[in-house]
């Protein structure tokens, strides 16, 4: 159940942090296409280091799981 809960709303984060750089990122280069190479290399930065919030709570929902079964 904790594991369950854990990755629930561990993937609301990312979600979201993800979303809105993306978001911005294509309305940036719709308004400036020459900047298209500066634009993207940071907003996929910015989602690597979102998405480390949903690594996070994958380890931790699998250590859950490990104790919920006796195996740590």
Known sequence: MGAGIAMGIGAIGPGIGE????????????????????????????QAVAETTGIYSLVIS?????IARGLL
């Open 19 to 46: 979303g809105m750089p993306a978001a911005s990122a294509v309305e940036g280069v719709a308004r400036q296409p020459e900047a298209r190479g500066q634009i993207i290399p940071v907003m996929l930065l910015g």
């Open 62 to 66: 699998l250590i859950l799981i490990g």
